[in-house]
């Protein structure tokens, strides 16, 4: 029995330190002596002019949001700057979704470990990350920079809008996207069509191209994805005059006349045009297969589904900004992600990444990105290089996206963004699907937002 | 002191074996609940600068959750979804397994089949349902149409059916695993009893309802059990297929309390909600034990 009970206790005294806390995920780099270097104590320091830096590995959380080899990628830029930078080791590391970035990042702060020092997170996450106090601001990095102004100013401006807040700049603009109405040019001219440049002329063309066999459709003239609504809706806002979001990020005019418009026109495009499936439309998914195998003549999404639908369509494949109310403007809003340097990392990684951030936004990092993601090219200076110039030989349609950047308005980015989003997506939802009145529910969303960002006030 | 007091040695054998599950169940359950609760008491909501640091507010999480219509929504969801899974696939998973435990031909993959879903990751069980159930061609919707019904198809978008679709997948993953139960229970009742009843005369639905449902009385307890709690852990599929809407029409408690917590960073209202899920599932778990222990003793067991 004695010896059972040893057994017991050994038993535990394993298990005991099979559950003692976790190294913390991001292991700092030991940092052995550099074996060229003397050791210090006995000699009196030598002034050397570049003294050898110590090495320091740095970790990457991204996301995948798009059909592209983000990881194989990603490797490739972190092998090409350790060439560059032989002291700093890159690794990313796949997390998820963008909402898995983010909570894996806050769980690991929460519970007293180590952030990586470098994430690709969604640009408007930005005012939770600096309220929960989880990244630094660039401004110090910015200033020491030389060219400071011409780095920022080359960026394209829809994209910085997102990185600003209380006099800082937070993030730099990196995987970014935009809401883009794609057409099927074969289907406008067999039916005598022009691209649409009002919000009329958008609902009868979709409605023409509306195909039906008795009671069933074989083609939808739009189909126009809302099951995750506030993005692809924007830009019918935007395009009436009022964006739902203010340039404070406490102020939301979910309420405002134009935008129950905006939401009555997409009720329309259904119920008065049947020109589009009725009521919410969870189709994100399906709907770049459905419109390239042509059981869609139009439909709204976003530019990174441009390479998959070009690699699928047998017709050519047009691409526009958003028609709005009035004959002649056009809306779109800006989406996707940015890098964020996180506070809870040390500082010498902190360095670190932002030597990354400035590596991968040169011009001809930030093209061959681009290109190879199907992401659009977040700098002017992109746009001027060799290989930039020939992609848009062979794909007119990036050509014409970054042109219709112009329209874009801000992206719903607020205080409190999850549950303003959510009380938003909510009575949306209620007023595509009939539940409510477009009034109503803008009304209800209106009062309740103003709740909800009640603290910031 | 007198020796006698020390007469009866304390056995130290029985604590230390119980000693890794007290550690265990101290420290993956004991101290989280406590934990919750003591969260729950304060306000903390970490995109809020000025409510980062708790504040002790008493009872306010759980007066604010009583008076908020979407927590109400929830409930009700979270009824409608827990009282319509856990019963019909019990269920069916009883039918299953009485029409399995039988020599039939391909009997095998016959039980394969009704248990494969179970083996798949719930997450992987509502990709293919997001396939089945899209509108015009999915498989689900196709066969129906094939059988008459001319209904609305968007069945994840559709405030009436949302709730309803994550429901028959759930339905459709575990009445297999609860078969698996059943088949097992049925295989190990005594033939006796039933030889004796079918001298007797008994018909087939006689035996059924007067001695099979009864001795399998402990596998239905354990298997309500389990099934109970998994419909209220299980989100991965409304991840999936309906993110909780269309607005709220398919969000439930659990789901709900992962928005409040990663979403609207609202560290103490999801404390709460926390305890109110565990008080659910504790007060369910022993009524059900219980309940059974009264029937124990009216049966004579």
């Known amino acids: ?457 | 002191m007198s020796r006698s007091t020390f007469r009866q040695r304390v056995p130290v054998l029985p604590y230390l074996l119980i000693a890794p599950t007290v550690f265990f169940v101290a420290l993956f359950t004991v101290w989280p609940t406590a934990l919750a609760i003591y969260q729950s008491l304060f306000r903390q909501r970490l995109n809020i600068a000025k409510y980062r640091e708790p504040t002790f507010i008493g009872l306010q999480n759980y007066v604010d959750l009583f008076t908020n219509d979407d927590f109400r929504t929830v409930i009700v969801n979270t009824a409608i979804y827990v009282l319509g899974t856990v019963p019909i696939s019990i269920l069916l998973g009883f039918i299953l397994a009485l029409l399995l435990n039988r020599q039939i031909r391909g009997l095998g993959l016959w039980r394969l089949a009704f248990f494969y879903p179970n083996v798949l990751p719930m997450v992987s069980v509502a990709t293919i349902w997001m396939f089945f159930l899209t509108p015009d061609y999915g498989l689900f919707n196709t066969a129906l149409q094939f059988l008459g019904y001319r209904g609305p198809q968007n069945w994840t978008a559709n405030p009436d059916l949302a709730l309803l679709s994550i429901m028959i997948v759930a339905i459709w993953k575990n009445a297999g695993y609860y078969m698996l139960f059943y088949l097992a229970g049925l295989q190990n009742l005594p033939t006796d009893v039933f030889e004796a009843a079918a001298l007797d005369g008994a018909s087939w639905w006689q035996q059924l309802w007067h001695l099979t449902f009864p001795l399998l009385r402990r596998t239905t307890l354990f298997i309500s059990t389990i099934a109970f709690i998994s419909a209220f852990q299980t989100v991965d599929h409304i991840f999936v297929l309906t993110q909780g809407g269309p607005s709220t029409a398919s969000t439930t408690l659990l789901y709900w309390l992962w928005q409040v917590r990663f979403e609207y960073q609202d560290v103490g209202r999801a404390a709460a909600l926390t305890v109110i899920l565990i008080v659910v599932l504790l007060a369910f778990t022993v009524t059900n034990f219980l309940l059974s222990e009264r029937q124990e003793d009216r049966y004579g067991y």
């Open chain 1, 1 to 457: 029995m004695r010896r059972l009970a040893g057994v017991l206790v050994l038993v535990l005294a394993v298990v005991v330190a099979a559950c003692a806390p976790q190294a913390t995920p991001t292991p700092e780099p030991t940092q052995p002596p550099a074996p060229t270097q003397p050791p210090a104590p006995t000699q009196p320091p030598e002034p050397t002019p570049t003294p050898t830096p110590e090495p320091v590995t740095i970790q990457v959380y991204y996301p995948v949001a798009v059909d592209a080899p983000i990881a194989q990628i990603l490797q490739g830029y972190a092998d090409k700057f350790k060439e560059k930078y032989p002291h700093i080791t890159v690794e990313p590391v796949f997390s998820g979704g963008y909402g898995d970035v983010k909570t894996t990042i806050q769980t690991t702060v929460e519970g007293g470990g180590t952030p990586p020092a470098l994430a690709v997170m969604l640009a408007v996450d930005l005012y939770d990350l600096v309220n929960a106090d989880l990244i630094v601001p660039l401004d110090e990095y910015l200033n020491a920079m030389p060219d400071k102004d011409a780095y920022l100013n080359d960026f394209i401006p829809a994209f910085l809008e997102n990185s600003y807040y209380d006099g800082q700049i937070w993030s730099i603009p990196f995987q970014r996207s935009v809401v883009t109405l794609y057409y099927n040019k074969d289907l406008f001219a067999e039916a005598g069509l022009e691209p649409p440049d009002s919000w009329e002329s958008w609902a009868e063309a979709a409605s023409k191209l509306t195909l039906r066999e008795g009671d069933d459709v074989v083609r939808w003239g739009l189909l126009y994805p809302s099951g995750w609504p506030y993005w692809l809706f924007q830009p019918l806002a935007i395009g009436n005059g009022r964006n739902i979001v203010g340039d404070d990020p406490t102020e939301v005019y979910f309420n405002d006349p134009r935008v129950i418009e905006a939401v009555q026109f997409y009720i329309d495009l259904s119920k008065e045009y049947k020109a589009m499936p009725e009521g919410v439309q969870a189709v994100w998914g399906q709907a770049p297969s459905d419109f390239a195998s042509g059981a869609a003549a139009m439909i709204m999404h976003s530019s990174g589904s441009l390479a998959g639908i070009l690699k699928q369509a047998n017709f050519e494949v047009g691409v526009m900004a958003v028609p709005g109310k009035n004959p002649g403007t056009f809306a779109t809003v800006p989406g996707g992600g940015n890098l964020y340097i996180l506070k809870g990392a040390p500082k010498e990684q902190r360095d670190a990444a932002w030597e990354f951030i400035k590596f991968l936004t040169q011009p001809e990092l930030v093209a061959d990105f681009s290109i190879n993601t199907g992401y659009i090219a977040t700098r002017q200076a992109a746009y001027e290089t060799a290989a930039m110039q020939e992609h848009f030989q062979q794909v007119p349609q990036a050509a014409e996206i970054r042109d219709f950047l112009q329209y874009a308005g801000k992206e719903f980015a607020v205080q409190n963004l999850g549950e303003v989003r959510n009380i938003f997506h909510k009575y949306l939802q209620a007023a595509y699907n009939g539940e409510m009145t477009p009034e109503e529910a803008m009304q209800k969303a209106q009062e309740e937002a103003e709740k909800a960002l009640e603290p910031f006030k």
